[in-house]
């Protein structure tokens, strides 16, 4: 076996990140030290569809009469994502579920809207099941697509004594008196992409029965003593994916349950949301700095750092800078992408989880636009499209097997420091057992158009720059820059068509460290193999992972319908 023979800085640094990527790691999961957390827990529907659900609940003596707050999610978002909400509120004394819709995250079925009601009395029914929870003392809180059956089931129900809808509209819903109390709080986001306020302004002045010129954000209408208390809470600095985690939400919502059951025992009043943003942010430091300082050790182990001396694989393209090449690929990219989506997009209609179908036909427009690059390339330097797409299996030195091997070794160090930090607490990053074949179908697609990625980026663009002065930094950035301006192009440009910017609001957080991911392993392990073989395969799996656990478990008619909507 290869020694790897670090040095004593190099241990310092890998010890030290550890240290600091465990602690934080322990705390998030800890803090507040006054809250039980309950993981992977699942109910059966009616109509048999299996809800996952997590629990938080108080560190409290009391065994009886507890209060429970249900929390839905909204579309393409999962439980992970509402988990603030449930902690503040499991600290404040009530028990808080946040769960998968049907379709999402963990729970099986799909996406039918109509039937995401019996998701939620799924949960009903747990709740009952259990002895220590009062169920004529109960609250909602639904994020997005998460109020509309938050509205149907208190409107069912008179044991929902407050109704939390997080960037959603308020439907037709009961009013609330001092013998059956509805406490409605509405947040709505400043630059939410869906929700408009002027349409929550009427909503609230039919069920206040005051007039719309009456009403305000930042307002109390009814009170809590009567049953009835209605407001708008207006945050100025949030968009419709940030109201899910935006802090100021969060101590809102708690503190509207907590004035709907003044009488609930309050073990904890702190408020943690800052404190586990700052823990999320030392374990994520942690950890990637702990990634990063294992990836040359890793490299060694396999016998690939000799690979940055060696000859590497290369398709030369004479007399064009790097920079050059990388405008032309959008000037190519930007007007073909139309006409490789609707080239692509077929395949992907009859296949579930359209909107990784979407994302990755917006993907092949690009690819599309390349290969028409790499194509005219080719021709001026005397080589075939198809010996350039042959390059990264020409034989070479290089064993392509221990290059996969290498690959899946990287790619599971960085999703188990990924998933242990962002998945678990903020995004979910797995999808449902029920999405594999369909998972498995899309890595394929992915991985082939990585390959066209990887042949432009580092066969063509890297090695034209490769032992430049900070050729590997600015390797990174061109792959990322170009990959990202395509990308925001077309997302802006869908928001222009529908009139609606959610996809834009939702994706380009997401896009952004995503593709930084990509761009950097990308051109770090092609830099160690000489091949791009490594880089595409974390590449790929990182992207459709992410991508198909966002993707609700739902056909492209679904998708067009949610466009028009």
Not at 54 to 71: L, R, Y
Not at 209 to 221: A, E, F, R, V
Not at 348 to 354: E, G, M, V
């Amino acid at each position: 076996m290869n020694r790897i023979n670090l040095s004593k800085k190099q241990s310092i640094l890998i010890i030290s990140f550890l240290a600091i990527y465990i602690t934080g790691t322990v705390l998030i999961f800890t803090v507040p030290f006054s809250v039980k957390s309950t993981y992977g827990l699942t109910t059966i529907t009616d109509d048999g569809i299996r809800i996952a659900f997590n629990v938080f609940e108080p560190v409290t003596s009391e065994e009886s009469n507890k209060k429970a707050v249900i929390i839905g999610h909204g579309f393409m978002a999962n439980k992970e994502m509402m988990k603030g909400y449930a902690v503040e509120l499991a600290a404040a004394g009530f028990v808080a579920i946040p769960f998968d819709f049907r379709g999402h995250g963990q729970s099986t079925g799909s996406l039918e809207r109509g039937n995401l009601i019996e998701d939620v009395e799924a949960i009903l029914d747990y709740l009952n099941d259990r002895p220590d929870i009062d169920t004529n003392n109960l609250a909602y809180i639904g994020y997005s697509m998460g109020g509309g059956p938050g509205n149907m089931i208190v409107n069912q129900s008179t044991a929902f004594k407050a109704f939390i809808g997080v960037g959603t509209s308020l439907g037709n819903i009961r009013r609330g008196t001092s013998t059956n109390p509805l406490n409605v709080l509405m947040i709505k986001a400043n630059f939410d992409e869906v929700q408009d306020l002027d349409h929550l302004k009427a909503s609230v002045a039919e069920r206040t029965g005051l007039s719309t010129s009456l009403i305000d954000s930042n307002q109390m209408y009814g009170s809590f003593e009567t049953g009835n208390a209605t407001k708008i809470y207006l945050d100025d600095n949030s968009n419709h994916l940030a109201v899910a985690w935006d802090v100021d939400f969060t101590r809102q919502a708690r503190d509207w349950i907590i004035n709907t059951f003044p009488d609930t025992n309050t073990p904890d009043e702190n408020f943690y949301g800052n404190l586990r943003l700052f823990i999320l942010v030392i374990q994520v430091f942690g950890g990637i700095g702990l990634f990063i300082m294992l990836l040359n050790p890793i490299s060694k182990l396999m016998k690939f750092n000799s690979r940055e001396t060696e000859e590497k694989l290369q398709v030369e393209i004479r007399e064009m800078s790097a920079n050059k090449i990388a405008i032309e690929s959008l000037l190519y990219s930007i007007p073909l992408g139309l006409l490789g989506v609707f080239i692509i997009i077929w395949i992907f209609l009859p296949i579930p989880l359209a909107i990784t179908g979407f994302v990755l036909s917006l993907l092949f427009g690009q690819v599309f636009g390349i290969l028409i690059q790499l194509w005219r390339l080719g021709k001026k330097n005397d080589k075939s499209l198809l010996s350039i797409l042959k390059t990264p299996f020409k034989s070479s030195k290089l064993n392509i097997g221990k290059s996969i091997i290498y690959g899946f070794i990287i790619i599971t160090l960085l999703y188990l420091i990924l998933y242990s930090s962002l998945g678990l607490n903020y995004v979910g990053m797995i999808p449902s057992i029920s999405k594999a074949w369909v998972v498995a179908i899309y890595f394929v697609i992915t991985f082939l158009m990585f390959l066209v990625f990887g042949i432009l980026f580092q066969f063509v663009i890297y090695s034209k720059i490769l032992g430049t002065k900070n050729s590997t930094l600015k390797a990174i950035l061109i792959h990322f820059g170009v990959l990202l301006a395509y990308i925001a192009f077309y997302l802006f440009l869908i928001g222009v068509f529908v009139g609606n910017f959610f996809y834009f609001g939702v994706m380009m957080p997401i896009a952004i460290p995503l593709n930084l991911l990509v761009a950097g392993i990308s051109v770090y392990t092609y830099k160690k193999t000489g091949n791009i073989i490594a880089g595409t395969l974390i590449s790929a799996i990182l992207v459709v992972m992410v991508v198909c656990t966002f993707a609700p478990y739902q056909g492209f008619l679904g998708l067009l319908s949610s466009f028009l909507h």
